[in-house]
């Protein structure tokens, strides 16, 4: 009896960010798990190994992700116009994609990307004739952000992390047939059970080498080091002590100011942390100028009393300035 041929499938992606990347490798790892040695998947990073002006699109892509995040919303409604520029078949980097496609002849192509829908699935079938063609939209909603270049009408099918993407492919004449919400496409080891607490504390003991006794807080980046980590820190601690010892170095003086009583209050932790770290940079006593400790007063005039105000800073700057 003939062995039945492998099956190949095509996975279009793009090292913009990470999360690309993420899905195409969990359709390399599920199609391993499934269907074993009867699949091969084939992941090709399409996009900027296709033609120069996509590869130094990828690359400022990346740089604004982590240098300057604002320039995100421009940079998106400029790659808004690639269906303009891929209105049925593919321009940019024509050559290259119908090469990959006459060597892997894949019996279905997958794009988990963008800017990989919008005339790929047409040139694919141009090239090979009968081939299964789908999109696998990572976005979470179809608001301001959400790519139109996600939906291209007239691939075979249309897998949606959510209602709102698979609505909008509805809305752009995706037939309903050719819909399904799938969500989160992660590789199978992300639907193991959960780690029992026994487990989360040998894994931060031996793994992490923290101490599970501890609160722990584990903070993910996204592709080439894209995050907010100070943001969250900062909230999670608002003192900024590089900022604090920056200024108490430059002017060897610090003046601690809070509406706060002053035993106890959050001056003392600064002014601690000054003397601590920056001891042999002060030509003077660390000031506070903070609320008596006394219960905070209701009458207008006793708060105003109560309170620390310029008349007092102002008291304190001079007196500090004298040393």
């Not at 270049?149 to 909008?168: A, C, E, K, Q, S």
Request: aromatic share 10%.
């Amino acid at each position: 009896m003939e062995k039945p041929e492998k099956k190949r499938i095509l996975v279009l992606t793009s090292a913009t960010g990470a999360g690309h990347d993420t899905h195409a490798y969990a359709t390399t790892a599920w199609c391993a798990q499934l269907y074993g040695p009867d699949a091969e998947v084939i992941v090709d990073h399409t996009l900027e190994d296709s033609h120069p002006i996509y590869r130094k699109a990828v690359d400022f892509y990346n740089f604004i992700q982590v240098r300057a995040p604002w320039f995100h919303h421009i940079y998106y409604n400029i790659i808004e116009l690639l269906e303009v520029l891929n209105p049925g078949t593919v321009s940019l980097g024509r050559d290259y994609y119908i090469q990959l496609l006459e060597r892997v002849r894949p019996h279905a192509v997958i794009s988990v990307m963008d800017c990989l829908n919008r005339g790929y699935f047409e040139l694919a079938r141009e090239t090979l004739g009968a081939v299964k063609c789908a999109t696998y939209c990572t976005e979470f909603s179809d608001g301001y952000g959400h790519s139109r270049n996600w939906v291209n009408p007239r691939t075979g099918y249309f897998f949606g992390r959510t209602d709102d993407t698979v609505g909008d492919a509805l809305r752009r004449g995706v037939p309903p047939e050719r819909t399904l919400v799938v969500g989160h496409w992660a590789p199978p080891a992300f639907y193991a059970p959960p780690l029992t607490a026994q487990e989360k504390a040998s894994y931060l003991k031996d793994q992490l080498h923290l101490d599970p006794n501890l609160f722990t807080l584990l903070l993910s980046t996204g592709g080439n080091a894209a995050q907010n980590h100070t943001e969250i820190l900062r909230t999670l601690l608002p003192l900024d002590d590089e900022t604090i010892f920056a200024s108490v170095g430059k002017t060897g003086k610090a003046l601690i100011v809070h509406e706060d009583t002053k035993t106890g209050g959050i001056g003392a932790e600064v002014s601690a942390r000054i003397t601590e770290n920056c001891f042999e940079n002060l030509d003077g006593p660390v000031l506070r100028v903070a609320a008596p400790d006394t219960p905070v007063p209701y009458a207008p005039a006793m708060e105003a009393f109560f309170l620390p105000n310029a008349e007092k800073v102002a008291r304190a700057a001079r007196a500090l300035a004298g040393y």
